[in-house]
Nanobody
């Protein structure tokens, strides 16, 4: 499963960004899709996930600011990020996991995109 992220960039604190993850056809109808991030010197951490049936979950650190969504017709998963903070600076990765796997666990995901850099200045 080849995943391609886009939408990262350099923004100021309080700004918004929309990340996109393009997946092969029918991927979203089968896999659980997740967003993770990794800051320099830190481990990769869970941000948000959406299952093929629709339920979504978000990390506590981004609840109320980030929203994961999907458009099956476009084979695309999105991460809307509002009120960005400097601590959100990281490389953001899109990933796909087999249905039923723990969605917040990095090792549940077998397929990863190349990542897109998000940098938030104070």
């Amino acid at each position: 499963v080849q995943l391609v992220e886009s939408g990262g960039g350099l923004v100021q604190a309080g700004d918004s960004l929309l990340l996109s993850c393009k997946a092969p056809r029918r991927t979203l109808g089968w896999y659980t899709m997740g967003w993770f991030r990794q800051a320099p010197g830190k481990e990769r951490e869970f941000v948000a996930a959406i299952s093929r049936s629709g339920p979504r979950t978000h990390a506590d650190s981004v609840k109320g600011r980030f929203t994961i969504s999907s458009d099956n017709a476009k084979d695309t998963v999105y991460l809307q990020m509002n009120n960005l903070k400097p601590e959100d600076t990281a490389v953001y990765y899109c990933a796909a996991a087999q249905p039923g796997s723990p969605s917040k666990v990095v090792t549940s995901y077998q397929n990863w995109g190349q990542g897109t850099q998000v940098t938030v200045s104070p």
